[in-house]
């Protein structure tokens, strides 16, 4: 549960970072969501996993390591995301910062307001940006 | 109460494992997140209808069905008044928000159901 102690609005938008070295796949995002894929809930985590697609697609690669700290987006990570961040380009990964709205459907709405972190061997996704 | 609400009768409430289990959700990662919070919302932050009625108002209404027609205007069929507990659920939110015609409100009452027919067996 979200509380929100000032200005309330009736949408907002949310950051996440996501960091690996390939895009995401359907089975590697539903496995490390921990669904299955006959799941009664499958179709909620097909729409959430063609959102998350699709706003990595649109969002901001970070190629440098020195975008990591001049980022306008920066103040929406904890010091240890940034610090990943940065290895992660260090590595070779791709950083990419994008953002979720709480206006279109279901699954983005759901993505933007939950405060999650989904970690597995070939990719990382912070959200905890989302908190209203 | 709010005015708005949706009513859950069910003969049992199940452990959040079996809960999660039955919507083929492993017990940690996003997937067990949201559902947790489902969970709660039905059957940890609901009232019990029923418990209330015996508790407070059996006194002051013959039947349970009257304290619920009249005083929630919640009418339910006999099968479902006969149930252990009659929950009213407020403040849908997150997946099971109603403004959304895709919220997954149906799949998990479905899935309640299972559990109770499966219990039964």
């Known amino acids: 549960m979200k509380i929100k102690m000032d200005f309330?609005?009736?949408?907002?938008?949310?950051?996440?970072?996501?960091i690996a070295r390939d895009m995401l796949s359907r089975d590697e995002f539903f496995s490390a969501a921990g669904v299955g894929p006959d799941s009664p809930v499958a179709p909620l985590f097909e729409a959430m996993f063609a959102e998350l697609k699709t706003q990595i697609d649109r969002g901001t690669v970070l190629t440098r390591v020195e975008d990591v700290?001049?980022?306008?987006?920066?103040?929406?990570?904890?010091?240890?995301?940034?610090?990943?961040?940065?290895?992660?380009?260090?590595?070779?990964?791709t950083v990419t910062i994008g953002r979720f709205s709480s206006e279109n459907n279901l699954a983005e709405m759901t993505l933007c307001t939950e405060i999650f972190e989904i970690e597995s061997e070939r990719f990382f996704i912070n959200a905890y940006d989302n908190y209203w | 109460m709010n005015d708005r609400f949706l009513v859950l009768p069910v003969r049992r409430i199940p452990p959040l494992g079996e809960f999660l289990h039955a919507l083929k959700i492993?017990?940690?990662?996003?997937?067990?997140?949201?559902?947790?919070?489902?969970?709660?919302?039905?059957?940890?932050?609901?009232?019990?209808?029923?418990?209330?009625?015996?508790?407070?108002?059996?006194?002051?209404?013959?039947?349970?069905?009257?304290?619920?027609?009249?005083?929630?205007?919640?009418?339910?069929?006999?099968?479902?008044?006969?149930?252990?507990?009659?929950?009213?659920?407020?403040?849908?939110?997150?997946?099971?928000?109603?403004?959304?015609?895709?919220?997954?409100?149906?799949?998990?009452?479905?899935?309640?159901?299972?559990?109770?027919?499966?219990?039964?067996?």
């Open chain 1, 8 to 18: 309330v609005s009736n949408s907002s938008s949310t950051s996440f970072v996501y």
């Open chain 1, 69 to 93: 700290d001049t980022t306008e987006n920066r103040q929406h990570f904890t010091p240890e995301v940034l610090d990943r961040m940065k290895q992660g380009i260090v590595n070779g990964d």
């Open chain 2, 26 to 121: 492993k017990p940690t990662g996003l997937a067990a997140q949201l559902f947790t919070g489902v969970y709660n919302q039905l059957f940890v932050w609901s009232d019990d209808l029923r418990a209330q009625y015996d508790q407070y108002y059996c006194v002051e209404y013959p039947t349970l069905a009257a304290y619920l027609e009249l005083t929630r205007e919640v009418y339910l069929d006999p099968a479902e008044l006969e149930k252990t507990h009659i929950l009213a659920v407020e403040s849908l939110g997150g997946v099971l928000e109603e403004a959304y015609d895709d919220n997954v409100w149906d799949t998990v009452v479905a899935c309640i159901r299972n559990l109770e027919d499966g219990h039964e067996d």
